[in-house]
């Protein structure tokens, strides 16, 4: 479903990705690993229209992607939960979902439809409807952001480190969503710096390092290579 192909991009003069390749499969959720500056971030951004590459191929569903703007990205069927403090704090919960579908605002009764089954899968949007985002926990703040996300009902989902700052009940609940999403369709690219918990969603792992593609497989391969036990597990089991 989406493709790098030699990759290249960065900011200013300088590239922080290098000739990055990247397959992930309809239906899989693939994870990118590595060190801090790694690149991570910087292939979600490429692949969401919001960093231009400076060389190679980004295709998605067959057609290239790469260079689009990030509007025209998202109605071909991509759309990123960002790391942190991505909501409106003033408005309300509902305000804030109902942005995600401001590319169908003018087909209302697709709009309703999109958001009451977004109400029914994710309690939150129904529970804290007319709160104001700023008063949520982390936890359901993260909810929220998947809820807008959906409402544009993507084919790829993008995460940018889906566990940052959650309690490991909001944790549970965040990972059991994206596998839920997964197991109805959407395929999923996620960035996560909890190694363990990120190959344990995944289907497939990928480790950046120094903007290159150090290591891919399957998540079990790479949960199970030496390097990676060593470098981010603590040391592999004995």
């Given at each position: 479903?989406l493709?790098?192909?030699?990759?290249?991009?960065?900011?200013?003069?300088?590239?922080?990705?290098?000739?990055?390749?990247?397959?992930?499969?309809?239906?899989?959720?693939?994870?990118?690993?590595?060190p801090?500056g790694?690149?991570?971030?910087?292939?979600?951004?490429?692949?969401?229209?919001?960093?231009?590459?400076?060389?190679?191929?980004v295709?998605?569903?067959?057609?290239?992607?790469?260079?689009?703007?990030?509007?025209?990205?998202?109605?071909?069927?991509?759309?990123?939960?960002?790391?942190?403090?991505?909501l409106?704090?003033?408005?309300?919960?509902?305000?804030?979902?109902?942005?995600?579908?401001y590319?169908?605002?003018?087909?209302?009764?697709?709009?309703?439809?999109?958001?009451?089954?977004?109400?029914?899968?994710?309690?939150?949007v129904?529970?804290?409807?007319?709160?104001?985002?700023?008063?949520?926990?982390?936890?359901q703040?993260?909810?929220?952001?998947?809820?807008?996300?959906?409402?544009?009902?993507?084919?790829?989902?993008?995460?940018?480190?889906p566990?940052l700052?959650?309690?490991?009940?909001?944790?549970?609940?965040?990972?059991?969503?994206?596998?839920?999403?997964?197991?109805?369709?959407?395929?999923?690219?996620?960035?996560?710096?909890?190694?363990?918990?990120?190959l344990?969603?995944?289907?497939?792992?990928?480790?950046?390092?120094?903007?290159q593609?150090?290591?891919?497989?399957?998540?079990?391969?790479?949960?199970?290579?030496?390097?990676i036990?060593?470098?981010?597990?603590?040391?592999?089991?004995?």
């Open positions: 479903m493709t790098l192909a030699g990759v290249t991009a960065g900011y200013g003069g300088g590239d922080v990705l290098r000739g990055v390749d990247l397959v992930c499969a309809a239906g899989s959720i693939t994870c990118i690993v590595g801090n790694a690149g991570k971030s910087t292939v979600l951004r490429v692949v969401s229209g919001l960093l231009r590459p400076r060389a190679g191929e295709g998605f569903s067959g057609r290239p992607i790469g260079g689009l703007p990030p509007e025209e990205v998202l109605r071909r069927g991509v759309a990123q939960v960002p790391q942190s403090q991505a409106f704090p003033s408005m309300t919960v509902r305000e804030n979902v109902l942005m995600g579908g590319l169908i605002r003018r087909d209302r009764a697709l709009l309703r439809s999109r958001y009451r089954a977004i109400e029914r899968r994710i309690p939150i129904a529970e804290r409807a007319g709160d104001a985002a700023g008063n949520l926990s982390g936890g703040r993260r909810m929220v952001e998947i809820a807008r996300c959906l409402m544009l009902a993507p084919g790829l989902i993008l995460f940018d480190e566990s700052g959650l309690d490991p009940r909001s944790l549970a609940a965040v990972a059991a969503l994206i596998r839920e999403l997964n197991a109805e369709g959407a395929t999923v690219l996620l960035v996560e710096q909890n190694v363990r918990l990120g344990g969603l995944a289907s497939h792992g990928l480790v950046l390092e120094g903007g593609v150090r290591l891919h497989g399957t998540a079990a391969e790479v949960l199970a290579h030496p390097e036990a060593d470098l981010y597990l603590g040391g592999a089991p004995r």
